[in-house]
């Protein structure tokens, strides 16, 4: 019953900024842990950044400094501040949800976006 919708993929120029949103819906009770992946061509799926339900932040080393990772908890809803894109940032990103609990009592270990692409090109 959960889904994970993504959303504000699109082409940027290099030097760019791009906010990704990530909504989950379905009877939730809480959400430990929300971030992103992402894959590019060719390569394999690689974490980009993670939040915890405490707030704590997780991010692949080459987007430190670059990408903000934040999160409504009201609203279930994850965000990824992308700025500074290079063309390496080029891939389908999926949005992720961890140690979801429903309503119904229910638990779901892993629950993924279908993803957004993002396009860094000039």
């Known amino acids: 019953q959960v889904q994970l919708v993504e959303s504000g993929g699109g082409l940027v120029q290099p030097g760019g900024s791009l906010r990704l949103s990530c909504a989950a819906s379905?009877?939730?009770?809480?959400?430990?842990?929300m971030g992103w992946y992402r894959q590019a061509s060719g390569k394999q799926r690689e974490l980009v950044a993670m939040?915890?339900?405490?707030?704590?932040?997780n991010y692949e080393e080459s987007v430190k400094g670059r990408f903000t990772v934040s999160r409504d908890v009201a609203k279930n809803t994850v965000y990824l501040q992308m700025n500074s894109l290079k063309s390496e940032d080029t891939a389908v990103y999926c949005c992720?949800?961890?140690?979801?609990?429903?309503?119904?009592?229910?638990?779901?270990?892993?629950?993924w976006g279908q993803g957004t692409q993002v396009t860094v090109s000039s």
């Open positions: 379905g009877s939730i009770f809480s959400i430990n842990a």
């Open positions: 992720y949800a961890g140690g979801v609990r429903g309503r119904n009592a229910d638990f779901y270990r892993n629950t």
């Open positions: 939040i915890g339900s405490g707030g704590s932040t």
